[in-house]
């Protein structure tokens, strides 16, 4: 099973249960808005003319964040969550500008700073085999948790069943390579602050496609530079043998990598 | 000791008063960033997480120190050696500029303490655990491509004489790491497609990087030969600096002509010619930070005048600096939202940080052997004038200045183009039309619940949802989870159950009030008999 949340916004009232469960299982202060992700608030109910969209972590199949983390402090478990170790980080934030949907926040007033972002209450919740707190205190199911095989097809057959209803479009299907937070809509995702313009390649290969090249212009580059200084230096030092300053016989004795074999 | 105290007073000149105004500033800043955080400090924000520490410090002063690779790689592979008297103080610079690279790092990691974890938890996908890795490694190359003068001045003879043996292996190391870290900084942002604006997006972006740095690395050591020239009196190298220059020509020329071509092919050669704050900064970097230049040190007549080289050459670090905070600050900008300045905190811990860089070359160009004994005129303290510099050069003076007012006419330009708010060609957020039908939603509400009565109670109390919500547009949050847990139920969480919390404290009691809901003047109305 691949753990993964399907968020119906036809179907969300704007309750807000899912984002203080979320306060309350994290430990979070409640007096932030609710409306706005931030380091105190990792899922926000934001309100786009009476449609609330919920926003947390994607979860993404191949997340950003996780591949250019330094240290590993953000990490995609086998089990699917994308999860943060904060003993590792060092507080680079380069998760917050590789993260093509913004979600990671830094606690900025802290002398002591982590990085915040939903975690799929994978220790609190998920690993002793319950579902997250947002999913279960959801009280219409427009938020709901599964297997992302099994919600992708429920999805589908929720679009099949009602085209009138929705959208033609599962958001977080393909963006970004697959997500494990899936969205349905009845208005297009566009006009609810998504970003659509996202690619649907995962973006941990657009910086591997230049890295895996490294070692190839390590080797090429170190051979030809060595290659050029052994011819420099053999000219240089023929040029001594040929002013008369040393002997071909001495400037082999003394430096016989530049004559190997030479007799 | 009187004369000493004479001494230090006399020597406390207008340049070390703006040092030392700068290196207090700096502290002031670092004490509050490191007491109360990176937000007390600085203007990043969750929007815009990397500003000017990132941009200048570390991309912008990687990059200066870029003469360091290329010129030991000229003496010391190329074996060219008449470029020998200007190696010194290129490594001189690169070392120090790494070294504050590192200490402007301190400032900028949440947890720089955990700055040596990259060493011991290895991620080879991050570009930025590569950078980090090359530029430790480079430092060390550089300490000790550094450390025979150190050597030298301690009269150490046999760790000489070791480092000399592997100086070539060292030289090639050296310039490994700088090719692969220098274009790294710019395939940091190759994983930001949607965030960096167009015209600076690109896979090439670590090539890109790659060039500016040895253009720019080629213009500092030109740049800072003229700084000691009017700091130490020393002797200019002039065909060794002109012989720069014409590298320079052929290293923007490829650059400019790359670019140029990388932009039309990702079909964004439109964005140039609109009037947004991006293309006049593009402008602004391309055509005075890179053409320009390039046409002046190609010009014989203009390369071979002292102003005219020394300007060429200020000009291809200004470009080179705007490139570097064009894609860590202009093209970051549009996506982001917000119009991120950096505070006067962070200008004043990268200004003291440039102060230091100046303070150490100085220390170390008076204690060691940085430049050859004979070509410096004097100790500083003991000059009256300044050496005296014929004026070779053949330029008018009135181009130059005119070249001058230009450069800081465009300056103000790009400098107003960056105060614009960045929202001109946004995709403004078209309203939503009401749902297209009011749609019933099924609630699902948690069952009746109920509290166990105690000994003394009036009878039980079932809490039924129903009652309390409005089932239509329920707030759950105005009990949840301030008064009662969401997770767990009929759990609370603003203070013990107890007959006070509920009847009169911080429970029940907050709304039962007679005054936001009915108040608890009847036992029945809860209390009930089971049905």
């Given at each position: 099973m691949k753990p993964a949340i399907l968020t119906d916004l036809s179907l969300c009232i704007g309750c807000e249960a899912c984002v203080m469960a979320c306060k309350e299982i994290n430990d979070l202060p409640r007096d932030t808005d609710p409306g706005t992700l931030s380091a105190t608030t990792w899922t926000a109910l934001e309100t786009h003319d009476d449609i609330h969209v919920r926003r947390q972590c994607m979860h993404c199949l191949e997340p950003a964040c996780a591949s250019v983390c330094p240290v590993g402090a953000l990490q995609k478990t086998p089990e699917g969550p994308v999860i943060y170790d904060e003993s590792r980080c060092?507080?680079?934030r380069y998760c917050m500008i590789g993260c093509p949907f913004n979600i990671p926040k830094y606690e900025w007033d802290s002398a002591n700073p982590r990085v915040r972002k939903c975690i799929f209450c994978f220790e609190k919740a998920l690993s002793i085999g319950k579902q997250p707190a947002c999913t279960a205190a959801c009280p219409t199911g427009a938020t709901k948790f599964g297997d992302r095989d099994a919600l992708l097809e429920e999805a589908r057959h929720r679009i099949a069943d009602h085209p009138d209803r929705y959208v033609d479009h599962i958001y977080g299907e393909e963006e970004a390579g697959g997500t494990s937070v899936l969205y349905l809509s009845s208005v297009p995702f566009e006009e609810l602050g998504f970003k659509t313009g996202v690619r649907n390649d995962p973006y941990p290969r657009l910086t591997w496609n230049v890295l895996s090249k490294l070692p190839n212009v390590v080797s090429v580059s170190g051979a030809s530079l060595l290659g050029f200084w052994w011819l420099t230096k053999r000219k240089d030092t023929l040029e001594r043998v040929r002013r008369g300053e040393i002997t071909l016989e001495e400037a082999k004795r003394q430096e016989p990598h530049l004559f190997g074999g030479e007799k | 000791m009187i004369t000493r105290f004479k001494t230090w007073y006399d020597r406390l000149t207008l340049w070390r008063m703006v040092t030392l105004t700068l290196l207090a500033l700096g502290l002031y800043a670092g004490v509050i960033r490191f007491t109360r955080g990176l937000g007390a400090a600085t203007h990043l924000s969750d929007s815009f997480p990397w500003g000017l520490w990132i941009g200048f410090d570390v991309l912008v002063g990687v990059g200066l120190a870029a003469g360091g690779f290329v010129i030991a790689a000229t003496v010391h592979v190329f074996r060219l050696k008449r470029f020998e008297p200007i190696a010194r103080p290129t490594i001189l610079t690169a070392f120090l500029g790494y070294l504050l690279v590192v200490v402007a790092l301190f400032f900028d990691l949440g947890r720089p303490w955990n700055i040596w974890h990259p060493l011991v938890m290895w991620n080879p996908h991050s570009v930025m655990f590569e950078v980090g890795w090359c530029v430790m490694l480079y430092t060390t190359v550089l300490a000790l491509e550094f450390s025979p003068l150190v050597l030298e001045r301690l009269g150490l003879t046999v760790p000489l004489r070791v480092v000399r043996s592997i100086y070539v292996p060292l030289v090639i190391l050296g310039v490994l790491l700088s090719t692969l870290h220098q274009s790294s900084l710019g395939t940091l942002y190759v994983i930001a497609p949607d965030k960096l604006y167009g015209l600076w997006y690109t896979p090439l972006l670590p090539v890109f990087f790659f060039l500016t740095a040895v253009a720019g690395g080629l213009a500092m050591t030109i740049f800072e030969s003229f700084l000691s020239q009017r700091a130490f009196g020393k002797k200019l190298e002039r065909s060794l600096l002109e012989a720069l220059g014409r590298a320079g020509v052929v290293v923007l020329g490829i650059y400019i002509v790359w670019r140029l071509e990388d932009i039309a092919g990702r079909g964004n050669f439109g964005l140039i010619f609109q009037l947004t704050p991006e293309s006049s900064l593009f402008w602004g970097e391309i055509l005075l930070g890179a053409i320009l230049p390039m046409v002046l040190f190609a010009t014989p007549r203009i390369r071979r005048s002292e102003s005219g080289l020394f300007f060429a050459a200020v000009l291809t670090v200004m470009g080179f600096i705007l490139y570097r905070l064009n894609v860590a600050v202009t093209g970051m900008t549009r996506a982001s939202g917000t119009v991120y300045l950096p505070s006067w905190m962070e200008l004043s811990v990268t200004a003291s940080v440039v102060a230091m860089g100046f303070v150490l070359f100085g220390f170390a160009v008076r204690h060691l052997a940085i430049f050859p004994r004979a070509e410096v005129a004097s100790p500083i303290r003991d000059r009256v004038s300044k050496p005296s510099r014929p004026p070779?050069?053949?330029?008018?003076k009135g181009a130059l200045a005119g070249l001058w007012l230009l450069f800081i006419v465009g300056a103000v330009i790009v400098g107003a183009g960056l105060l614009e708010s960045p929202d001109g060609s946004q995709a403004s957020v078209v309203p939503v039309p009401p749902g297209k039908e009011e749609r019933p939603v099924a609630l699902h509400l948690p069952p009746p619940f109920l509290f166990p009565p105690s000994e003394d109670s009036h009878g039980p109390v079932t809490f039924d949802h129903r009652s309390h919500v409005d089932e239509r547009r329920p707030r759950c949050a105005t009990c949840h989870s301030e008064l009662f847990s969401l997770l767990r139920p009929g759990q609370p969480q603003a203070g013990p159950w107890t007959y006070e919390s509920v009847h009169e404290g911080a429970l029940c009691a907050s709304c039962h009030d007679g005054d936001h809901a009915h108040a608890m003047d009847e036992c029945d109305s809860c209390h009930r008999a089971e049905d």
């Open positions: 060092i507080g680079c | 070779r050069g053949t330029v008018p």
